[in-house]
């Protein structure tokens, strides 16, 4: 039976990034945040 949803592990780092998103006005303040840490 072929996987229908992705591993749960990934789910953390999908919230991550979500959040990250959600909290910068353009890519590049999101990109300046991804480095910053």
């Known amino acids: ?3 229908l949803l992705p ?3 990934h789910t953390p780092a999908m919230e991550f990034l979500l ?3 959600r909290a ?3 890519n ?3 990109f300046d945040s ?3 840490g």
Do not use: V, W, Y
């Open 28 to 30: 590049g303040e999101f």
């Open 34 to 36: 991804m480095r910053r």
């Open 7 to 9: 591993p749960r592990a």
């Open 19 to 21: 959040d990250k998103i």
């Open 1 to 3: 039976m072929p996987r």
């Open 24 to 26: 910068t006005k353009n």
